[in-house]
């Protein structure tokens, strides 16, 4: 168990969330599971604020954003937010859309990485990877 | 003779003369007023003889318009005719206005023998005159004549001048009747024209269908005008040809039925009249040239062909035939011209209004297919996002499987299968998803090299060098395309090919590439034959249409839809077709980049040395000769594992597709030297995956593979 690696995980499918955030627990990493931006933000500020701070955050794209609008960079926005309360803090942007220029824009704005959904094997690799740089 | 004989005479010759008068007034036909005067004058007078002579319309001559009994008759069918100012005395009493007689023709200097007349003794000839003073004129004149001697007194020329005046104003009185009667016919026609111009005009702005405008015009023209036949004749697309559309009563339908056409600048009147752009008419279709026969109309003596001309455009003709030699007037083929004018540029309206009906419709099924796309695009994504835990799920499954305490073989292995099944769908639903949006998503158009891009996507398939057999035209222009996308396409025919060749003994894909030009447009062209049993021609034309299969279940069929789809973004076209000799072949059009050339001048670094990175092929070469005409050192390896000190290098740019080693083990070796900061990593086609796996070694960046002088500075600089 990696209980000392809490990871912040935010998509609005249900079924993908919990199959990640299963993937993630098997794998040994303590995960708060969230469907939407704004309790995802919420939820950031008070762990950050606290003694158990998130280690990495693991964000869907395409979702409602904050005004409750599906919306194909919601995940941008919440990425800007957090990096606004904890600049440098690791995040790995997770979407279905397999577009190099999305990818691209998400690692300019300060995304760690950039991950197609379906291979959660792939994405414990890249979060170890990333926790362990 | 007496006084008293002389009065009796004198009387009678004025009770005679007043009779003609009063019979010949009434008379309005100019023809049956000569004929009936001369008969008057005989019998009234107990003369042998009377003419009436006219003057032509060139003054010169006096014509017999009129003579009494067969030798009249037979003078006025020969044109007997004599000079005005000649010798005769009708020519004399024409030219001077003056009365004269011959009491013996023999004495007579100016009388002429005539074979017709020979018991002729005594003549007088009166003229014809109308009009006074400075208006008087001579119309002709009246030749009376008697077997008698000496029948004629001065007193008599008085008495019938008197009557010849008469009937010179009831001539001339005849004449403007007759006049009045032809301007009355030629204004009534002229307002039947007018008509029926006006019936155009009201159609050309009224009727918006253009067979219906075509036979209103060719119904209009020969009910006004009175013509046998017209139809009208227009351009087909080679503008080779000119079509009959509309044809006037049987003749017309049967001739349109038949797709009745005649060639442009060819034998026929119509082939001439658009050819040469202007009206040809045949007045005796027997005497033109170009007129050709038409079993049809077997009755046609004269005809007009009219160009239909809008602008500089020609762009038909209408024909007008008559059954009658000579039957157009220049006032008929001026209004038809003109009508023929407006019914150009009404058909041209027509034309407009149907291309912009034609465009609406096009847009509505656009706008239709792409509300079907996206719905369809998003419902697909919707689906391959609930499916995505699937996978990942079977595979927890497996594990915790693995991990039961006393299985039972026989049920693991039935759970097994089960997840087997339900991984097996899953991948189909994710590959038909990656087949429907695939297509659908970012996509860049930029001049690419084809060659480059299928031996990438050869190289990715791994596809054997002994299968796989090119032949390129030297020096192809670029297309221009998404390379991505575009490697997209080439790996799904490669792979139909691949598929199709999977059982052969001796399997053999050949890919030419090419340069063809079509309608004005060139493309660059790649076929991809493979030397498999082919698709049946009844499925032929199927392979383009989203899940149809010949190739069982574990395919979804979309691949080749797919590769059309990309193709047709970018204004290309995919065509299949069976070999003669066995197998298939595809077709991939992409339009050749028409802007500057790949070597054009292009802000590149100078005095540099590069590390390239890549094998000897097509694109590799361009990269070395570009940067080396521009003053840099460029080394070329196929691997890095020569290379002893990357210091040296200024820029390092590697090609992701290599065909002996992986990229991602260049990368390593390079970042382990320490630079990895000063590399391009370039690729024909790159996958958010794959870049993230190039990025992760710390490169300068990873750019899609520039193509141009210009796109390589961009990514240089």
């Known amino acids: ?10 998509d609005d499918e249900k079924l993908v969330l919990r ?57 941008l926005q919440l990425l800007s937010k957090l990096l606004e309360v904890q600049p440098g803090f690791p995040v790995v942007v997770l979407t279905a859309f397999d577009e190099v220029e999305r990818a691209k824009d998400a690692v300019r704005r300060g995304a760690r990485a950039y991950f197609v959904k379906g291979r959660e094997a792939d994405l414990i690799a890249l979060v170890e990877r990333i926790l362990a740089d | 003779m007496d006084k008293s004989s002389l009065a009796e005479r004198r009387a009678a010759l004025l009770h005679a003369g007043a009779h003609v ?82 009491l013996d023709v023999g004495d007579e200097p100016v009388h002429l023998k005539n074979k017709y007349l020979p018991l002729t003794r005594s003549e007088m000839a009166l003229p014809l005159v109308v009009g006074a003073g400075a208006e008087t004129r001579v119309i002709g004149a009246l030749s009376v004549q008697s077997e008698e001697e000496e029948a004629f007194t001065e007193d008599d020329i008085t008495a019938l001048q008197a009557m010849a005046d008469q009937l010179a104003v009831a001539i001339h009185n005849a004449r403007l009747y007759s006049e009045n009667e032809r301007l009355l016919a030629q204004a009534t026609r002229r307002a039947r024209l007018l008509m029926a111009a006006a019936d155009v005009g009201k159609g050309v702005t009224s009727i918006l269908d253009l067979d219906e405008l075509l036979h209103k015009m060719v119904d209009i023209i020969c009910d006004a005008y009175g013509f046998y036949y017209a139809g009208v004749f227009l351009l087909d697309e080679t503008r080779a040809w000119a079509v009959l559309r509309a044809g006037r009563g049987e003749a017309g339908t049967a001739m349109v039925a038949q797709g009745h056409k005649l060639e442009v600048g060819g034998q026929s009147m119509i082939g001439a009249a658009i050819a040469q752009r202007q009206a040809r008419i045949a007045l005796d279709v027997g005497e033109e040239a170009v007129f050709f026969k038409n079993p049809y109309l077997p009755m046609t003596r004269s005809e007009m062909a009219l160009p239909l001309v809008v602008g500089e455009e020609v762009i038909g003709a209408v024909t007008v035939q008559s059954e009658q030699e000579a039957a157009f007037s220049d006032e008929d083929i001026s209004s038809l011209q ?39 695009t998003e419902a697909i994504h919707w689906i391959g996002n609930k499916a995505l835990p699937i996978a990942v799920s079977v595979q927890r499954l497996r594990e915790d ?63 054997a060098p002994e299968i796989i057999h090119f032949t390129v035209t030297p020096d192809l222009p670029l297309g221009v395309a998404d390379a991505t996308q575009l490697r997209r396409a080439f790996r799904y025919v490669l792979q139909n090919a691949l598929e199709a060749t999977e059982d052969l003994e001796s399997p053999r894909i050949d890919v030419e590439i090419d340069l063809v030009q079509e309608k004005g447009a060139r493309y660059v062209v790649t076929r991809i034959a493979d030397n498999g049993p082919g698709v049946a021609d009844a499925n032929l034309d199927k392979i383009w249409v989203s899940f149809y299969t010949t190739r069982g279940a574990k395919h979804a069929g979309l691949g080749l839809p797919a590769c059309l789809q990309i193709l047709k973004q970018i204004d290309g076209k995919a065509v299949a077709r069976k070999r003669p000799e066995g197998g298939m072949v595809f077709e991939l059009y992409v339009p050749a980049h028409t802007g500057a050339a790949p070597h054009g001048p292009a ?38 594992g020569a290379v002893t000190d990357f210091d040296v290098f200024d820029i390092l740019i590697v090609d992701d597709v290599l065909a002996t080693t992986d990229s991602l083990a260049v990368l390593q070796r390079i970042a382990r030297a320490g630079a990895a900061a000063k590399t391009l990593v370039v690729a024909s086609s790159v996958r958010v995956e794959r870049m993230m796996d190039l990025l992760r070694f710390g490169v300068r960046d990873v750019q899609p593979k520039p193509y141009t002088a210009a796109a390589l500075a961009e990514k240089l600089n």
């Open chain 1, 19 to 75: 199959s990640i955030e299963k993937s993630l627990l098997r794998a040994g990493f303590d995960v708060e599971a969230v469907n939407d931006v704004t309790a995802a933000l919420a939820l950031f500020e008070a762990a950050m604020a606290s003694d158990a701070p998130f280690d990495i955050a693991v964000l869907d794209l395409n979702m409602p954003n904050f005004a409750g609008y599906v919306d194909p960079t919601a995940g």
């Open chain 2, 603 to 640: 802000n590149l670094p100078a005095g540099k040395q590069f590390l390239l990175v890549d094998d000897d092929d097509v694109w590799s070469r361009f990269v070395e000769r570009t940067l080396a005409a521009a003053q840099n050192v460029v080394t070329r390896v196929g691997d890095v």
């Open chain 2, 21 to 102: 008068s009063r019979s010949i007034t009434s008379i309005l036909d100019p023809d049956t007023l000569l004929h009936r005067t001369v008969d008057i004058i005989c019998i009234a007078f107990g003369f042998y003889y009377a003419g009436v002579f006219l003057i032509d319309e060139t003054g010169e001559w006096a014509v017999l318009r009129a003579g009494r009994g067969e030798a009249g008759a037979a003078m006025v069918a020969e044109g007997h005719k004599l000079q005005v100012g000649g010798q005769s005395m009708i020519g004399a009493a024409t030219a001077h206005n003056k009365a004269l007689i011959a």
């Open chain 2, 338 to 376: 003109a009508m023929a004018d407006q019914l150009a540029v009404a058909l041209h309206n027509a034309h407009l209004l149907r291309e912009l009906e034609l465009a609406h419709a096009e847009l509505v099924r656009t706008k239709t297919f792409e509300a079907v796309a996206t719905a369809t």
């Open chain 2, 401 to 463: 499987v693995a991990r039961l305490p006393g299985e039972d073989a026989e049920i693991v292995e039935s759970i097994h299968e089960d997840l087997m099944l339900i991984e097996a769908s899953a991948q189909l639903i994710a590959q038909v998803k990656e087949h429907l949006i695939g297509p659908a998503r970012e996509y860049i158009p930029a001049p690419v090299m084809i060659e480059d891009v299928v031996r990438d996507t050869v190289r990715v398939m791994d596809i």
């Open chain 1, 1 to 10: 168990m990696k209980e000392e690696v809490k990871v912040l995980l935010v």
